[in-house]
């Protein structure tokens, strides 16, 4: 089955600093990939979608000069929390899908705690 | 939007019992999903709906799209210690190709 990998599991960074976070489908091609956040107790919610290759597209209310998203080929996105402060501390998510399919598959997350 | 209404939010019962939950929107969907999510992991799909009306079964889980396209529920017989975990549905918005999530149903098991 479709497998997607996020990495790392858990990060720890100082205010102020950035953080990279990476999303990879390991078994398909992923022509669009999600970045969800959640926070404790609540439900995922949608931050941005991208599509290899094109500038992603961000949900109403989020940062996109704060949270940067690459989607440069079919299997790799990443999203960078630049300037990282104690409220952008969160679970984030990330999801892969291929062109035609309604299939979603998630990552395991990662748990970014800014101190 | 488009939001989906999840019930109940919370679950407390007994092993072997069984459990209904559901969703219900004011929007249609194309796609309903359920989704089981552990602690400090992502979501893990249960069960797709494709079709209204459709009844699906994954082993002691069953769901069902509603008629309307408008709701779904989930059912889980017989409860083992392993169901335990945050249930979500989800919808799938296909002109904007992407999904939308319920609040989520925690569950809870007393052995």
């Known amino acids: 089955g479709a497998v997607v990998s996020q990495h790392p599991s858990r990060v720890i960074c100082k205010s102020g600093t950035s953080v990279k976070i990476e999303c990879r489908s390991l078994?398909?091609?992923?022509?669009?990939m999600f970045w969800y956040r959640q926070f404790p107790k609540q439900s995922l919610m949608l931050m941005a979608t991208s599509n290899e290759g094109s500038k992603a597209t961000y949900e109403q209310g989020v940062e996109k000069d704060k949270f940067l998203i690459n989607h440069a080929s079919l299997t790799l996105s990443t999203l960078t929390v630049t300037s990282a402060h104690p409220e952008d501390s969160s679970f984030y998510i990330c999801?892969?899908?291929?062109?035609?399919?309604?299939?979603?598959?998630f990552g395991s997350g990662t748990r970014l705690t800014v101190v | 939007g488009q939001q989906l209404n999840q019930s109940p939010q919370s679950m407390f019962i007994q092993e072997g019992e069984d459990v209904s939950m559901n969703c219900t929107s004011s929007?249609?969907?194309?796609?309903w999903l359920w989704y089981k999510q552990d602690p400090g992991e992502g979501p893990v799909l249960l069960i797709a709906l494709y079709k209204a009306g459709e009844l699906t079964s994954n082993g002691r889980l069953t769901a069902q799209f509603g008629i309307t396209r408008k709701d779904s529920f989930l059912n889980i017989s017989a409860s083992i210690p392993s169901d335990v975990g945050i249930y979500f549905c989800a919808g799938f918005i296909q002109g904007a190709q992407k999904l939308v999530f319920g609040q989520g149903t925690r569950l809870t098991i007393n052995p």
């Open positions: 929007s249609i969907f194309n796609t």
């Open positions: 999801s892969a899908t291929s062109l035609g399919s309604y299939g979603y598959t």
């Open positions: 078994d398909f091609q992923a022509t669009t």
